[in-house]
């Protein structure tokens, strides 16, 4: 993902900003269940975030870790990938109803089983499905109206980084890659915008591949820790959902999940990969479901 021209804007709920890691430090993960969640982005918690900037479309760039990914025969703007809700995204989010239903010690996890579930079925690492999931939670206690997709979000985090496994990376149960994600230098030549950081190319970071001035704008902490770090999956898949949802976005929506998508690369064919990677991924969990 690489992003150019973008404007502030104010959010709708404003908290302090999230710092951003210099270093890949051990991040300390909560048990991820979906209550817990919900509870602590509805509360603010999460984002940590005062301001954020409108997205807009950016340069065409290459998308390395799937030039094998064949692209969808669908026309932009026409349809929309299927959905399949994440285990517990069709039940009540409200705070006061999440916290009644908070689990006791033992408990099963249910975003850990059903990321358990979908990834027996789709080849997702169920460390990044808990990601997705976990981020499609927090827009529906957010931002309800958005609909963003746990699916969506994969298919665009198998195209930035095959899940956190590009390079020969492990995605490790801290949710950092084994070693850190760095894209190709935007340094304008083919298919690859230029953006400069300083003095020199911008690289895109982390399983989502954000580019560090999108980063600062966006930055949020999906893990809990305080902290948001473009190389931690938790938080670059937040980042990616409440990036997508901006403007008051309907992912749901052809117009808008077309849009969302070509504001995070714009390239119809990149789109077209995500739009296939989504539906099928949606309907491999569906199927799943139903053999469960």
């Known amino acids: 993902m ?11 709920s404003p908290a302090a900003p999230a710092p951003v890691r210099r270093r890949r430090g051990t991040a300390v993960l909560g048990r991820l269940a979906i209550v817990v969640a919900v509870v602590a982005v509805a509360a603010g918690g999460v984002w940590l975030v005062t301001k954020a900037s409108a997205p807009v479309a950016s340069p065409t760039t290459t998308d390395i870790p799937a030039l094998q990914v064949k692209a969808a025969d669908v026309q932009p703007g026409s349809v929309v990938p299927v959905s399949a809700v994440v285990a517990g995204g069709d039940q009540p989010t409200a705070p006061q109803q999440a916290e009644k239903q908070q689990p006791k010690p033992g408990d099963k996890n249910p975003l ?3 990321a358990g579930q979908v990834a027996a079925a789709t080849g997702i690492p169920a460390r990044a499905l808990r990601a997705y999931g976990n981020a499609e939670l927090a827009l529906r206690a957010n931002q309800p109206a958005c609909k963003i997709s746990w699916a969506t979000l994969a298919g665009i985090g198998r195209i930035e980084s095959n899940h956190g496994q590009y390079g020969g990376a492990v995605l490790q149960e801290n949710g950092l890659p084994s070693k850190p994600i760095i894209g190709v230098p935007l340094d304008g ?7 400069n950081e300083g003095d020199s190319p911008a690289h895109a970071m982390g399983p989502m591949q954000f580019i560090p001035g999108t980063w600062r704008k966006w930055a949020s902490d999906g893990n809990g820790d305080g902290l948001g770090d473009p190389q931690q999956i938790d938080d670059a898949a937040l980042t990616a959902a409440r990036y997508l949802c901006a403007g008051g976005r309907d992912m749901a929506s052809p117009a808008g999940w077309w849009a969302g998508i070509l504001s995070y690369n714009n390239s119809t064919e990149y789109a077209q990969k995500v739009f296939g990677l989504a539906d099928g991924y949606a309907k491999a969990a569906q199927a799943a479901k139903g053999r469960a």
């Open 189 to 195: 030549s083919p298919g690859v915008a230029a953006i």
């Open 112 to 114: 850990a089983t059903w």
């Open 2 to 12: 690489r992003t150019t021209g973008e404007t502030e804007e104010e959010t709708t």
